[in-house]
């Protein structure tokens, strides 16, 4: 028993000294910190500069409207209105919609449903962009 008791002071001793340590490098860490923030804002080495605008360009190309047009009359099922304005996913996603479309028409007869809706929004998008106004070079954004 009295052992025991002798560890436990030996290890009560241990722990006020490393809790004194602690006290004493949290204290310096304290100061170091303090002194660094003075520092900081009494003269400050680094001053933020402005920093340019930077422009971000759409991606969509500038196309011909009457051609955009025609295309999307007479091939808008199948996005060519679309791989001309330089949207290649959109006229990928055109395209594998018409063979669905295709498919569908050959094995059930409802595709054809699907195709005509496809031509519809290749026409109003050739619609809308008959009607934007063009630029000095005669293009469009598309």
Request: charged share 20%; aromatic share 18%; proline share 0%.
């Given at each position: 028993m009295e052992d025991l008791k002798n560890t436990m002071?030996?290890?009560?001793?241990?722990?006020?000294?490393a809790m004194e340590t602690a006290k004493d490098e949290i204290a310096d860490n304290v100061k170091e910190v303090k002194e660094a923030v003075s520092e900081a804002t009494e003269s400050p080495k680094h001053t933020a500069e402005p920093q340019e605008k930077?422009?971000?360009?759409?991606?969509?190309?500038r196309v011909n409207k009457?051609?955009?047009f025609l295309l999307a009359f007479?091939?808008?099922?199948i996005g060519a209105h679309k791989f001309y304005?330089?949207?290649v996913v959109t006229g990928i996603l055109f395209l594998l919609?018409?063979?669905?479309?295709?498919?569908?028409?050959?094995?059930?007869?409802?595709?054809?449903?699907?195709?005509?809706?496809?031509?519809?929004?290749?026409?109003?998008?050739?619609i809308i962009?008959?009607?934007?106004p063009t630029g000095e070079d005669g293009l469009v954004e598309a």
């Open positions: 002071n030996e290890f009560a001793d241990k722990a006020k000294d930077v422009v971000i360009k759409d991606n969509r190309h009457v051609i955009y007479f091939f808008g099922t304005a330089g949207r919609f018409a063979f669905i479309g295709w498919l569908f028409t050959f094995v059930l007869g409802l595709g054809l449903l699907l195709l005509c809706f496809l031509e519809v929004v290749a026409f109003i998008q050739g962009v008959l009607m934007k």
